[in-house]
C-alpha cells in the first residue's frame, strides 16, 4: 500500500518561500503520477500542479504559474513542491496524492483522479 506524508508547511509573509515534501513508503513513486492540491476553508480543493509518472510532463495552475515548481528526487522517494512569491491567497491545507500510471496516461489536477492522499500540511500566508 502506498503512503504518503507531507511536510514543510508553515507560517510565511507574503513574498517568502516554502518547500513542500511528499514523502513516500510502500513503493516506488516512479510508477506513480503525482498532484499537490490545496484547500482553504469553505472552498473546494484546487490541483495546483501535477507530475506524470517519471516525471514525463508537469503542469501548473494559472494560479501558480511561474511561482511553484513540481520535482522528484527518485533517491530519496519525495516529490516537492517549490512555492516562491507566495501571496495571502495561497493559504490553505496542501496535499499530496498519487494515481498509478496504469490507471491513466498522464497526471491531471483533478482530484477524483488520484487514489492515494497524504494527510495535508498548512501553508499560511500572512504579515
Known amino acids: 500500500q502506498l503512503q504518503l506524508v507531507e511536510s514543510g508547511g508553515g507560517l510565511v509573509q507574503p513574498g517568502g518561500t516554502l518547500r513542500l515534501s511528499c514523502a513516500a513508503s510502500?513503493?516506488?513513486?516512479?510508477?506513480?503520477?503525482i498532484g499537490w492540491f490545496r484547500q482553504a476553508p469553505g472552498e473546494e480543493r484546487e490541483g495546483v500542479s501535477c507530475?506524470?509518472?517519471?516525471?514525463?510532463?508537469?503542469d501548473y495552475a494559472d494560479s501558480v504559474l511561474g511561482r511553484f515548481s513540481i520535482s522528484r528526487d527518485n533517491t530519496r522517494n519525495t516529490v516537492y513542491l517549490q512555492m516562491n512569491n507566495l501571496k495571502p491567497e495561497d493559504t490553505g491545507v496542501y496535499y499530496c496524492?498519487?494515481?498509478?500510471?496504469?490507471?491513466?496516461?498522464?497526471?491531471?489536477?483533478?482530484?477524483?483522479?488520484?487514489?492515494?492522499w497524504g494527510q495535508g500540511t498548512q501553508v499560511t500566508v500572512s504579515s
Open positions: 507530475s506524470s509518472s517519471f516525471g514525463t510532463d508537469t
Open positions: 510502500g513503493h516506488t513513486l516512479d510508477y506513480y503520477h
Open positions: 496524492a498519487a494515481s498509478h500510471l496504469t490507471v491513466r496516461a498522464r497526471a491531471t489536477r483533478l482530484a477524483s483522479d488520484y487514489e492515494y
